[in-house]
């Protein structure tokens, strides 16, 4: 079993900066594809960003792109999601996702979840 936490949520004005972590325990994740997700209230769990094992792939949402940045340090077990230029529309609870399979832009392909961080940004 893997488990996943992930960090670094909070509050920040819009064009500020947040990093989030997501550490992993119980398994080694160095050859798991992982994902960030997001949930705003009411809303689905849409697809951020994921990341192939080595960090050599990665693959981001329109809405994310050129402004956020998914990396992982499999040495320290973790995964990371840098958030630049964060607009009040990127506001929602954050979700790290993994799976030793499926490297996949739907929630569905990831069998293994954190329990989410949240984070706003004020306009």
């Known amino acids: 079993q893997v488990q996943l936490v992930e960090s670094g949520g909070g509050l920040v004005q819009a064009g500020g900066s947040l990093r989030l972590s997501c550490a992993a325990s119980?398994?080694?994740?160095?050859?798991?594809?992982m994902g960030w997700f997001r949930q705003a209230p009411g809303k689905e769990r849409d697809f951020v960003a994921r990341?192939?094992?080595?960090?050599?792939?990665?693959d981001y949402a329109d809405s994310v792109k050129g402004r956020f940045t998914i990396s992982r340090d499999n040495a320290k077990n973790t995964g990371y999601l840098q958030m630049n230029s964060l607009k009040p529309e990127d506001t929602a609870v954050y979700y790290c996702?993994?799976?030793?399979?499926?490297?996949?832009?739907?929630?569905?392909?990831?069998?293994?979840w954190g329990q989410g961080t949240q984070v706003t940004v004020s306009s």
């Open positions: 119980g398994r080694t994740i160095s050859n798991y594809f």
């Open positions: 990341i192939s094992w080595g960090g050599d792939n990665t």
């Open positions: 996702a993994a799976d030793p399979y499926r490297y996949s832009r739907s929630a569905t392909g990831y069998n293994y």
